[in-house]
């Protein structure tokens, strides 16, 4: 039987749009249909205020830079330019220190060696320990997480240098105690474990070792950030699934998939119907087993996906000049990579028992972002953007209290944690957005303001990502896929769930 299209992709996410470029590549006949009025999802940029171009999402590029599909599907071709940042990361501290991790390996070493002695050492152990295992980590992500793979790449992988009792025992630990068992300085402890944080598990929880033992890879892949603002991802992905024949709809809110004798055939878009020999549902997972899906096969376990109570909120601001940090006199360096403004593990664990009893966390650590130091198209001459990143924020409050109510008193308290770092940034302010928990949910389709979609915990993880018997990217009907961060291997900008999705879709058209 004739079909409009061999896939149709629900939602212009990065993972959707990846998965939809695979597959047009491969000469098969795409459509992605997107409900808002431009594609990205949650990895999309506008001009909120006149001159400055503000990401919506995320928007330092991390993990991707761990994957091959920029190469792949040759998207400097269709205008994406990554501008590299070094310093990665940068981590002031009230009392005047600064550090620095940069993606050379031996630059850091020696950074860390003049400024605690003894600790560039033992950062170099910790590297060179766990850059075996993290790459495996690496490998698993970009494979299904069926347990054969998984299990393949567990045999091919190299790990650590470690017995493996010892291996063992740092994997299942919380992160705070393998950090505390290589490093003695609080301060670097602390600016790891904050980007370890940024999937969600706190510091103290078990079983999270691994979100640390990842960070070996940044001095692999790096940190990068497109040309023109984050979306500028998504815009080249676009550009590459027109430029080989598919077709783009925005403004498009999908109703519902049509499923006919167990088999998804099509979607139905403001009362019209397109049909597909394989229907790709990019959204969030609980939007497909419970709006899009008929309610007969919506699968078992589906009531069980934790999404949790959010964890984030985010500021995005415009500046008319730059930030100036009072740790340093090399504001240029300082303002170039990731800001990690977090003063010591207490910190972290107090923001995260804020969260746990329902209220915005009175002192929360932060993440400061100005990439405009890198890339002059983000602002006017002169100007910057800055976003602030906090944790954390439940998305529902023991209160009773919403968060339209208490939304200006905690960007204030965002506002004067970072005016700890950099004093009189107030005053350059000319426009202002928050996205709390109910923003992210509302905007950005994030239930719960949860910005990975589903908890990062190992229960939701892998094989059990969204749920067992639907993890390996195929849903609970025949011809029916899954994508985006509620699937294998979760949230964060990487596209490897695009790219192993498409794989999957590709077996079944061919």
């Known amino acids: ?47 909120l205020f006149p001159g400055y171009q503000i990401d919506l999402g995320g928007s330092a590029h991390i993990l991707i830079r761990q994957t091959p599909i920029v190469e792949e599907l040759e998207l400097e071709q269709y205008g994406l330019t990554y501008i590299e940042l070094d310093p990665m990361f940068v981590a002031p501290f009230p009392d005047g220190d600064v550090i620095y991790f ?47 793979e998984l299990g393949k790449q567990l045999i091919r992988g190299a790990s650590s240098p470690l017995p493996w009792q010892e291996e063992l025992r740092h994997i299942l630990r919380p992160y705070q105690e393998v950090l505390g068992s290589y490093f003695e300085e609080e301060k670097l402890r602390t600016a790891i474990a904050w980007m370890a944080a940024q999937s969600g598990p ?8 691994p979100f640390a033992l990842w960070h070996p890879l940044y001095h692999e892949g790096g940190v990068a950030r497109p040309k023109g603002g984050s979306g500028e991802l998504t815009q080249a992905l676009k550009r590459h699934i027109e430029a080989h024949g598919g077709d783009i709809y925005t403004d498009a809110p999908v109703e519902n998939i049509l499923v006919n004798h167990e088999h998804a055939e099509g979607i139905r878009v403001n009362g019209t119907s397109y049909t597909s020999r394989a229907v790709c549902s990019a959204t969030h997972a609980k939007e497909t087993f419970d709006h899009l899906l008929p309610a007969r ?25 730059p930030v100036s940090y009072t740790a340093t006199a090399d504001d240029q360096k300082a303002r170039t990579g ?61 209160s009773g209290r919403t968060w339209p109510d208490i939304a200006e008193e905690v960007a204030d308290t965002l506002l004067a944690q970072f005016e700890q770092y950099a004093p009189g940034t107030r005053q350059s302010i000319v426009g202002q957005l928050f996205q709390h928990p109910e923003w992210l949910e509302e905007h950005l389709g ?3 303001g949860n910005v990975m979609h589903l908890e990062m915990s190992i229960d939701q993880m892998f094989s059990a990502r969204p749920l067992f018997g639907a993890s390996d990217y195929e849903g609970p009907v025949d011809d029916l896929f899954l994508t985006g961060a509620s699937t294998h291997p979760g949230g964060g900008i990487m596209g490897a769930s695009g790219r192993n999705a498409a794989r999957v879709v590709l077996k079944n058209v061919a």
């Open 1 to 47: 039987m004739s079909t409009d299209y061999d896939l149709i992709t629900i939602g212009a996410g990065h993972n959707g749009l990846i998965a939809s470029a695979y597959v047009a590549q491969a000469g098969y006949r795409v459509a992605v249909f997107e409900e808002r009025e431009m594609v990205g999802g949650a990895v999309s940029t506008k001009e």
């Open 102 to 148: 940069y993606r050379d390996l031996d630059r850091t070493v020696d950074h860390l060696e003049r400024l605690f002695p003894g600790e560039g050492k033992a950062y170099r152990e910790f590297v060179t320990d766990w850059i075996g295992f993290a790459r495996t980590m690496r490998d698993i992500f970009l494979t299904s997480p069926s347990p054969l």
């Open 202 to 209: 706190p510091p103290t929880d078990p079983l999270t070792g």
């Open 297 to 321: 096969h919506r699968p078992d376990g589906a009531d069980g996906l934790r999404i949790g109570n959010g964890f984030g909120a985010m500021m995005r601001l415009a500046l008319d000049e």
């Open 338 to 398: 990731l800001q990690l403004l977090c003063r010591d593990m207490t910190q972290l664990r107090a923001a995260y028992g804020d969260h746990l009893a329902g209220r915005p966390a009175q002192d929360p650590p932060l993440i400061a972002m100005t990439f405009s130091a890198a890339d002059d198209t983000l602002a006017p001459p002169g100007g910057e953007v800055l976003w602030l990143w906090g944790q954390y924020f439940p998305y529902e409050l023991a």
């Open 446 to 448: 994030l239930y719960r």
